[in-house]
């Protein structure tokens, strides 16, 4: 049997089944890296289930080298004191030799991202309201994982509320870059990313509504997928709200299998057309780049400004794809990219209605960060007239990108409009002379993908001279998962980006 169709098997089999021949398992483990952390989340779980290396063995393992490097980087915070770890990792590994296997995450350390709730764990979501906050059920995507059989450790650091694309607040601090800890990792998902790409972590969830899965996924060379809405249980499904949870990775393979996690079962308001678009994780197939169609939207012609490098950077990943055989065309949308921000603008800061409460409280208000006062102020501004013009602008978008969607299989452009930056400033004020009128002007770039709720992947493009690094988003029709995963795959296999590993601090 070949490693690729044994991983893919033992994704699905039980602990009998996985209890394989001796030949099996020494070519399985001759093919394993030295350090337990290096293993992909897919290998460490059929590690774990044929018995090739213990569940305690494995968190003694992470929990090293978290105590080695998080102090650096602060990517995991709240955690559970170390011989409670142990102790959920002896269980684990009693349930399997009862034969009892919970799941392909089973006995795997996972730290949830604090914007959810996970029991028993610090829910502070970043806010000093909120820093003594112990959660007293799991959230649905928690839930997920913990059904897969996955060990809580503690928590991924975050903004304060999740707001802004920079991971740092008054509770925990910030979170540095995996390649260089003195920038900032990005966010909201920043602690996951960087987990993740530092190997303290397996795999991360995260979740995304201005590109906070892809964001983070681009600044730490992983993996950050945003689902269509509706996919992941507990969305709605039919609003296509603004925000979604979603996965992230060492690469896509593992991308897959979280994904499938969290959307293992339609919740009672969810079509499950959309969950059986997608086949079992071990039906994907790379897809080949020959005759692809892509729309590069680039900087929508000037639009966007963009940092001198990321342009230049992402072109040449394209001249890749041309060279394996896709067809790479410059694309305009027919649409005013002012007016869809303002459009942007008024439904984000609508949803702020639900933070007036703080904000109408004197005790409470000097507490919020200046971007959400600010946000929740514009809030107070929109009329009916406001929201409903911000939603007919968001139906002719969904228009234009369908339109777009038949002429090309996908859609992309760069992930973020600056290179990691340092982590001790809040926000770009400007990108190559141009001023950012808003604290959120500098990701513009991925709210298309947002507000269409359509599928859209940050894959590696590289690095610059100064080794920062920087991701693409390709997107997809809605409901089309799928294909854009598979495109990733496909992209992994024309690309290495993904094996340059991070030069960690010394300890």
Excluded at 118 to 146: C, H, K, N, W
Excluded at 180 to 206: F, I, K, W
Aim: hydrophobic share 40%.
């Amino acid at each position: 049997m070949k490693r690729r169709d044994f991983l893919a098997t033992g994704i699905h089999m039980g602990v009998g089944a996985l209890a394989l021949s001796g030949a099996t398992r020494r070519t399985f483990a001759a093919a394993l890296p030295a350090e337990i952390t290096a293993f992909s989340a897919g290998d460490l779980s059929t590690a774990i289930a044929s018995r090739q290396v213990g569940c305690v063995e494995v968190m003694r393992a992470y929990l090293e080298r978290i105590r080695r490097y998080n102090p650096a980087y602060n990517a995991v915070i709240g955690m559970l004191p170390d011989d409670e770890c142990l102790t959920l990792a002896e269980t684990a590994d009693a349930e399997l030799a009862r034969g009892q296997y919970r799941g392909w995450m089973h006995g795997m350390p996972h730290a949830v991202k604090d914007l959810t709730p996970a029991a028993g764990l610090p829910y502070t979501s970043g806010s000093p309201l909120f820093e003594d906050r112990i959660a007293e059920q799991d959230g649905a995507v928690a839930a997920s994982m913990r059904a897969a059989g996955a060990i809580f450790i503690g928590k991924t650091n975050v903004p304060e509320f999740g707001l802004g694309s920079q991971s740092y607040n008054p509770v925990w601090g910030a979170t540095g870059c995996a390649y260089n800890p003195e920038l900032t990792s990005g966010g909201s998902s920043g602690g996951a990313a960087c987990g993740m790409a530092t190997q303290m972590l397996p795999t991360a969830d995260g979740s995304d509504m201005m590109g906070s899965l892809r964001n983070p996924g681009a600044f730490n060379n992983v993996i950050g997928f945003r689902p269509s809405a509706g996919l992941v249980s507990g969305d709605d499904p039919f609003s296509r709200t603004l925000s979604t949870s979603g996965p992230m990775g060492r690469n896509t393979a593992d991308t897959i299998r979280l994904l499938h996690t969290l959307a293992m079962e339609p919740g009672p308001e969810q079509p499950a057309a959309l969950r059986q678009a997608l086949p079992e994780p071990d039906e994907y197939r790379p897809l080949e780049p020959a005759g692809l169609r892509i729309g590069w939207l680039g900087d929508y012609e000037g639009y966007l400004a963009m940092e001198p490098g990321i342009m230049e950077l992402c072109e040449s990943n394209l001249a890749t794809l041309e060279a394996n055989g896709a067809i790479v065309e410059p694309v305009m949308p027919r649409f005013d990219m002012a007016e869809l921000f303002q459009c942007w603008l008024d439904l984000r800061n609508q949803g702020r209605i639900g933070m007036r409460e703080y904000y109408e409280n004197s005790d409470l208000r000097p507490l919020l960060k200046p971007e959400l006062v600010w946000e929740i102020e514009m809030g107070y501004e929109l009329g009916a007239d406001d929201i409903y013009r911000a939603n007919a602008i968001r139906r002719r978008w969904y228009a234009e990108v369908n339109r777009l969607f038949g002429s090309y299989d996908f859609l992309m452009l760069p992930t973020a409009q600056v290179f990691p930056f340092p982590k001790t400033t809040p926000w770009p004020s400007e990108i190559d002379g141009r001023a950012m009128d808003t604290y959120h002007r500098w990701m513009e770039v991925v709210i298309g993908g947002s507000l269409a709720g359509i599928p859209v992947i940050n894959v590696p493009a590289g690095f610059d001279a100064g080794g920062r690094p920087m991701g693409m988003q390709v997107m997809g029709p809605f409901a089309r998962d799928r294909k854009v995963l598979e495109f990733a795959l496909g992209w992994e296999r024309v690309t290495d980006h993904l094996a340059r590993r991070p030069d960690m601090p010394a300890v």
